[in-house]
């Protein structure tokens, strides 16, 4: 059965870098296109991006100018950076594998950033 | 970006009931339209992709339909455990885009 684990800092400094990691197991990263999405406290869900596992990305115009999604395969990771953080970044970050259908068909368990001095 | 509009907001429902969700979308997204249950405190879990087909391990009183830009999920009969919120979601176009989801109560 396919796992997915976030981790990082649960807390980020106002105007630094939000840097999270995805690690898959159960399954191998090639062959799929993997998403970040996030939840402020008590909203809905907003999509950050994806990327294949080549390395193609596409990202939410929103965020864009912020956001990098990277892979590494050899270690069944994705990664998440996004700068200049603000307190409106403060969410649960989830990541998920997306089936061939498009439809995100794994999640992880997600992991709260709150962004405050 | 392509907008989702989610009705209710809310429902209020008892066990047994027949439930119907909408949502509908700015523009045509083809089949590209998902729903997803989350429970509090965990992630969005897929019901129904490409519209409506059942996601494996997802019970059969769960199912979703179209009609142009209209989509619905359907539970036919409440069980206890589906007291969550419900978003669909589309992939037809990036950005991909949620509704503000339906939150099912007792």
């Known amino acids: 059965q396919v796992q997915l684990q976030e981790s990082g800092p649960g807390l980020v400094k106002p105007s630094e870098t939000l840097s999270l990691t995805c690690t898959v197991s159960g399954g191998s990263i090639t062959s799929y296109y993997w998403s970040w999405i996030r939840q402020a406290p008590g909203k809905g869900l907003e999509w950050i991006g994806f990327?294949?596992?080549?390395?193609?990305?596409s990202y939410n115009p929103s965020l864009k100018s912020r956001v990098t999604i990277s892979v590494d395969t050899s270690k069944n990771q994705i990664s998440l950076q996004l700068t200049s953080v603000t307190a409106a970044d403060t969410a649960v970050y989830y990541c998920a594998r997306q089936a061939p259908e498009r439809a995100l068909e794994y999640w992880g368990q997600g992991t709260l950033v709150t962004v405050s001095s | 970006d392509i907008q989702m509009t989610q009705s209710p907001s809310s429902l209020s429902a008892s066990v047994g009931d027949r439930v119907t969700i909408t949502c509908r979308a700015s523009?045509?997204?083809?089949?590209?339209l998902n729903w997803y249950q989350q429970k509090p405190g965990k992630a969005p879990k897929l019901l129904i992709y490409?519209?409506?087909s059942l996601q494996s391990g997802v019970p059969s009183r769960f199912s979703g339909s179209e009609s142009g830009t209209d989509f619905t999920l359907t539970i036919s009969s409440l069980q206890p455990e589906d007291f969550a919120t419900y978003y669909c979601q589309q992939s037809s176009g990036i950005p991909y885009t949620f509704g503000q989801g339906t939150k099912l109560e007792i």
């Open positions: 990327i294949y596992f080549s390395g193609k990305t």
């Open positions: 523009q045509s997204i083809s089949s590209y």
């Open positions: 490409a519209a409506s």
